[in-house]
């Protein structure tokens, strides 16, 4: 299959790494901050690929201060230890060495803090694929991801949207991928399901890597 997509575009969370034991640690800390105990991990990894300060309000009902200042105790242990509480998937540097043989233009497209996403691609020493990286701000003026999509887009200076796909786990990434008028693909060895990868309308699902690299080549 050769779709003849140049421009690739990666989700870091779920897509490049598995990173639910670091996001999940950091939402437990700032949770006990607030004195609401979560013992079990496996409860918060709703919180991993939404924007945080959304998910703290979804789902603790937090206002906008305290959901703020939850983001802030997030960051405190996130910054230090949760960073690197984090792992490649297997098949992932085989994906972007033959992105990278065949001339594709490797892109991040990350609702992570553009600064932690540039760290985690050095720590990984991957940082060599991308061209071009794109994450949110502190400020939280760009969280969303179809504006992260859309500033990779432009960034890259990307004029021909019909050589792009977008490659993610979860629902915001299809949805993100939409609002840009590019495909997606959703990957079922992240944090989403099938359902809601069908449900969000993404073009391709794939269950692992090398069904990944049969569409993207």
Do not use: C, W
Not at 73 to 95: C, F, S
């Amino acid at each position: 299959m050769d779709n003849n997509f140049k421009y690739i575009l990666f989700d870091l969370d779920g897509t490049i790494t598995d990173s639910g034991e670091g996001i999940t640690k950091s939402v437990q800390y700032a949770l006990k901050y607030f004195d609401i105990l979560v013992d079990n991990l496996e409860d918060l990894q709703k919180f991993i690929g939404p924007p945080l300060k959304e998910s703290f309000k979804e789902y603790y009902k937090f206002d906008e201060e305290k959901a703020t200042l939850a983001l802030i105790k997030y960051r405190e242990y996130y910054a230090d230890k949760g960073i690197y509480e984090n792992n490649l998937y297997d098949g992932i540097i085989e994906v972007l060495d033959k992105l990278k043989e065949r001339g594709k233009i490797i892109i991040l497209a990350t609702s992570k803090p553009e600064v932690y996403a540039k760290q985690i691609l050095e720590y990984f020493k991957i940082d060599k694929y991308f061209t071009f990286v794109a994450g949110s701000d502190f400020e939280e003026t760009r969280v969303k991801k179809g504006d992260v999509i859309n500033y990779a887009l432009e960034g890259a200076k990307i004029a021909d949207l019909s050589k792009v796909i977008m490659v993610g786990d979860r629902e915001h990434d299809i949805i993100g991928a939409k609002d840009n008028d590019i495909k997606s693909i959703g990957v079922l060895y992240g944090f989403g399901d099938v359902i809601e990868l069908t449900q969000a309308r993404a073009d391709y699902i794939v269950k692992d890597t090398n069904e990944l690299l049969d569409i993207l080549i």
